[in-house]
């Protein structure tokens, strides 16, 4: 059995997807309608850059899920091969978004508004610089949950991203994150301040709840037989009617990836198929389990090496 799975941000490169989009019409068709859906020219930032305005949130989003649809919709409509038999759909953060739409929840169009939407929103949530994220590499959640816990009088920090055994993102105020980061070089733990411009996935995302909130109400999700997998609770999302929630609530909680990709294995996954820019994610399955057998789609070579 195999999962489908969805990178989020940190992903993104100037020129991804280029190969789809000069080989196959049906790229061209959905870079187009992005353009006209969201009014701005999505494409030409994707194909040219410049990096710097492709890496602000706002793009970021919608492009990433651009990517990852596009290339879903090649694998399933010129390659023929069905990724709807896949176990479960999941994806990280606005991955999310991605599984998603391409599980037939939600439409292209819808959803990449919703993104347009939620980048803005987080990215507004507060000053630019006066928050961020910093990488834990080599630790358990354990112990730096017990670390921000033993400190919480000195600095306010947060688990955002629960990646891996090893890997493991922290949002905060930027001041907060400097305590915490000379704290962990006394305890020789490395850590690594990451290129972002909010502290995504904690409550000081507040301000863009209240904008998905309103946003999410508005939504009507369809109907579909594929099985999503939360971030917010690493586990099947059993009832349609909790996707607003659920998507709701992700804004300030922490993704739980390395759960949910220990839940889906437990529940007989034994491949894992990376839809969109980038290996991210591939990695991080490695990291979790080396067992398993995983595939990166980034170019039409790795579609025709694609066994499932």
């Not at 989003?61 to 010129?78: D, E, M, T």
């Not at 507004?124 to 919480?152: F, R, T």
């Not at 999302?237 to 709701?248: A, G, P, Q, V």
Request: hydrophobic share 40%; net charge neutral; with cysteine.
């Amino acid at each position: 059995m195999f999962s489908v799975i969805f990178p989020g941000q940190g992903s993104q490169i100037v020129g991804m997807g280029k190969e789809f989009f000069e080989k196959h019409n049906i790229v061209k068709k959905l870079f187009k309608e992005a353009d006209e859906t969201l009014e701005f020219n999505l494409s030409k930032l994707i194909l040219e850059g410049p990096k710097e305005k492709l890496d602000l949130t706002v793009n970021t989003q919608p492009a990433i899920f651009l990517i990852s649809y596009s290339i879903f919709q090649v694998v399933k409509q010129n390659f023929n091969i069905n990724l709807n038999e896949a176990k479960y759909f999941a994806g990280h953060s606005l991955g999310e978004y991605s599984a998603l739409s391409c599980a037939g929840y939600l439409d292209f169009g819808e959803t990449i508004k919703l993104l347009r939407v939620r980048g803005d929103a987080m990215q507004n949530s507060m000053p630019k610089g006066e928050g961020g994220m910093l990488a834990v590499l080599g630790s358990k959640i354990e112990e730096v949950e017990k670390i921000l816990k033993d400190n919480q009088n000195n600095f306010e920090a947060h688990v955002a991203n629960d990646n891996s055994d090893g890997q493991i993102v922290i949002s905060g105020r930027t001041r907060d994150l400097q305590i915490l980061s000379e704290l962990l070089k006394e305890k020789k733990i490395k850590n690594i301040k990451l290129p972002v411009s909010a502290p995504f996935h904690c409550n000081l995302m507040s301000k863009a709840t209240e904008v998905m909130t309103e946003k999410l109400q508005k939504i009507n999700f369809k109907q579909s037989k594929n099985v999503l997998i939360s971030n917010v609770t690493a586990d099947e999302i059993t009832n349609i009617n909790d996707l607003k929630s659920l998507l709701i609530s992700q804004i300030e909680k922490r993704v739980r990836w390395r759960e949910s990709i220990v839940n889906m294995i437990n529940k007989g996954v034994s491949q894992f198929i990376e839809i969109g820019p980038g290996k991210v994610l591939s990695g991080l399955v490695k990291r979790i389990n080396k067992d398993v057998k995983i595939s990166s789609i980034n170019s039409e070579s790795d579609i025709e090496g694609l066994n499932i």
